[in-house]
């Protein structure tokens, strides 16, 4: 089975730019959830969709947006770039949206801003 | 809110040693505890959870944790490295007041080095 993909594997963008990343899920998951990387660091929590709608949304500004789409993918889009947007973003995917859920996570795009 | 520290950065051990890696957590509810594994290059893999049953959690590569309420700890541990246990390792906080959300929250990681 197709673990969670996500498009592209690497970007480069500069600063002021406009960035879409993409994500499936594993099939027959409903949730998708977004996280960022930063170099050195553990990832931080952006967006949690769960059945097209918003479930939860972490400490971003509002550059960064996303949606899900009817058959459970999910776009991660950040406006504006900043030199601070360089990073591994990450995709992850469960049947549910519970606290205790285990997620299972995509191997990342790498975004680099110059 | 809920937050968790690993108190190594970095540890190295020599294969068919025990691993200890060291979480404290901070939760103002009943939490959800995790650790995940990091490979180079590859995505997150849960390697086990807590969730208010045993206290003692087995997982995945011969690794287990122990929740401590008393001490707020949820250390994990391994008998034997192998050097394939080689890579970054993040204790997880899921607050069970998240509402509808699963938000995790992740410590900043420590790196494991295993050594012949």
């Known amino acids: 089975d197709a673990g969670v993909t996500q498009s592209p594997t690497h970007l480069i963008k500069t600063r002021g730019q406009h960035v879409t990343l993409r994500c499936s899920p594993i099939?027959?998951?409903?949730?998708v959830s977004w996280y960022q990387q930063v170099l050195g660091q553990g990832p931080q929590f952006i967006f949690q969709?769960?059945?097209?709608?918003?479930?939860g949304r972490g400490n971003f500004p509002d550059r960064f947006s996303a949606r899900q789409f009817p058959n459970y993918s999910s776009e991660l889009n950040v406006n504006a770039l900043l030199l601070g947007d360089s990073a591994l973003y990450l995709c992850?995917?469960?049947?549910?949206?519970?606290?205790?859920?285990?997620?299972?996570f995509g191997s990342g795009t790498q975004l680099s801003v110059l | 809110a809920q937050s968790v520290t690993q108190l190594d950065s970095h540890v190295s051990v020599s294969e068919g040693t025990p691993v200890l890696l060291r979480c404290n957590y901070s939760?103002?509810?009943?939490?959800?505890l995790f650790w995940y594994v990091q490979h180079p290059n590859k995505g997150l893999q849960l390697l086990l959870k807590?969730?208010?049953?045993?206290?003692l959690v087995k997982g995945i590569n011969g690794f287990e944790a122990e929740f401590k309420k008393s001490e707020t700890s949820f250390h994990l541990t391994k008998p034997s490295a192998h050097m394939s246990d080689a890579a970054e390792y993040f204790c997880?906080?899921?607050?069970?007041?998240?509402?509808?959300?699963?938000?995790?929250?992740f410590g900043t990681g420590t790196r494991l080095q295993v050594t012949l």
């Open positions: 992850a995917s469960s049947f549910f949206h519970s606290s205790n859920e285990k997620l299972f």
């Open positions: 099939s027959g998951h409903k949730s």
């Open positions: 969709y769960y059945e097209k709608e918003e479930r």
């Open positions: 939760s103002s509810y009943s939490p959800s």
């Open positions: 807590y969730t208010s049953a045993a206290t």
């Open positions: 997880v906080v899921s607050d069970s007041n998240t509402g509808t959300a699963s938000k995790l929250t």
